[in-house]
Nanobody, 124 residues
Framework: QVQLVESGGGLVQAGGSLRVSCAAS????????MGWFRQAPGKEREFVAA????????YYADSVKGRFTISRDNAKNAVYLQMNSLKPEDTAVYYC?????????????????WGQGTQVTVSS
């Protein structure tokens, strides 16, 4: 079993930056692909970014490409999402998730473990 805890969310002005983190416990993340998803009020949860188990491949939603960067530190059992040039439409609860298959996916149902989420609010 893997427990995931997100942190680092908060309130930021448009154009600003924020880094959210996901810490794992219970099992090493080194064999898992990791993903970030988000859910805005009144909307479905959507894919943001994913990274393969070894960090070799990364994937991004078109809406965040060039602004967000996903990374991982397997030694620290953690995954990060660096968010730059934030826009009000990036406001959402951000969730990290772990996929045992290890290669990364934008499909929500591929992920086996989920965190509780961290709120990111971008003011205009």
């Amino acid at each position: 079993q893997v427990q995931l805890v997100e942190s680092g969310g908060g309130l930021v002005q448009a154009g600003g930056s924020l880094r959210v983190s996901c810490a794992a416990s219970g099992r090493t993340l080194s064999g898992y692909a990791m993903g970030w998803f988000r859910q805005a009020p009144g909307k479905e949860r959507e894919f943001v970014a994913a990274i393969a188990w070894n960090g070799g491949n990364t994937y991004y939603a078109d809406s965040v490409k060039g602004r967000f960067t996903i990374s991982r530190d397997n030694a620290k059992n953690a995954v990060y999402l660096q968010m730059n040039s934030l826009k009000p439409e990036d406001t959402a609860v951000y969730y990290c998730a772990a996929d045992r298959l290890g290669w990364g996916s934008d499909e929500e149902n591929r992920y086996d473990y989920w965190g509780q989420g961290t709120q990111v609010t971008v003011s205009s």
